[in-house]
Antibody, heavy 117, light 110 residues
Framework: EVKVVESGGDSVRPGQSLRLSCEVS????????MHWVRQVVGKGPEWVSR????????DYADSVKGRFTLSRDNAKNSLYLQMNNLRPEDTALYYC??????????WGQGTLVTVSA | QSALTQPPSATGSLGQSVHISCTGTSSDVGYENYVSWFQQHPGKAPRVLIY???KRPSGVPDRFSASRSGNTAYLTVSGLQAEDEAHYYC??????????FGSGTQVTIL
């Protein structure tokens, strides 16, 4: 079965760190551009980051640049989003997605991150 | 960067059509051909309806069509069905190697 499954979401205090994981099955993660997209309940989605197919190049939204780091482990066929210095405005459901805006897009069901004092 | 601008709501009767706009700038919607449209039902992940401005993935009914004029993209849902009641979002890549989503449009079926 072709799928992506996110994990690692939790409730943390401002300034703390969290690492989200995205485990894929049915395809090879390095062959596709993979993205993280987040969505606050009741609001529209917000693109967070991507790692390009085949290489290690990454891009980030201005709102997370310098705090979040996206990486890929080809041996584990997985993707990781390291989130440091978390802020209340980072509270959202975080989706991992393969080619999120394309014809073969594949989204997970998301993992919830809550940042609150 | 601000979200792309969409009308908050659109309403139509069964069998009718609704039209949704998505307004950006020459740095995003009008930049390249990477404009997409998504449908999202409550509690579900977004689903791609349109990619590269007007193309439909397999499995998406041809009731969904899209176009672009300048810095504004458009989605038309024809022959409205009950299951079309959902939130609709546009997205676009930008000249800063990022992506923007639209503010979202709630489609209600009368």
């Amino acid at each position: 079965e072709v799928k992506v499954v996110e994990s690692g979401g939790d409730s943390v205090r401002p300034g703390q760190s969290l690492r989200l994981s995205c485990e894929v099955s049915g395809f090879t993660v390095r062959d596709y551009t993979m993205h993280w997209v987040r969505q606050v309940v009741g609001k529209g989605p917000e693109w967070v980051s991507r790692i390009h197919a085949g290489g290690e190049a990454t891009d980030y939204a201005d709102s997370v640049k310098g705090r979040f780091t996206l990486s890929r482990d080809n041996a584990k066929n997985s993707l990781y989003l390291q989130m440091n210095n978390l802020r209340p405005e980072d509270t959202a459901l975080y989706y991992c997605a393969r080619d999120f805006d394309w014809k073969n897009a594949l989204w997970g069901q998301g993992t919830l991150v809550t940042v609150s004092a | 960067q601000s979200a792309l601008t969409q009308p908050p709501s659109a309403t139509g009767s069964l069998g009718q059509s609704v039209h949704i706009s998505c307004t950006g700038t020459s740095s995003d919607v009008g930049y390249e051909n990477y404009v997409s449209w998504f449908q999202q039902h409550p509690g579900k992940a977004p689903r791609v309806l349109i990619y590269e401005v007007y193309k439909r993935p397999s499995g998406v009914p041809d009731r969904f069509s899209a176009s672009r004029s300048g810095n504004t993209a458009y989605l038309t849902v024809s022959g409205l069905q009950a299951e079309d009641e959902a939130h609709y979002y546009c997205s676009s890549n930008t000249d800063k190697k990022t992506y923007l989503f639209g503010s979202g449009t709630q489609v209600t079926i009368l």
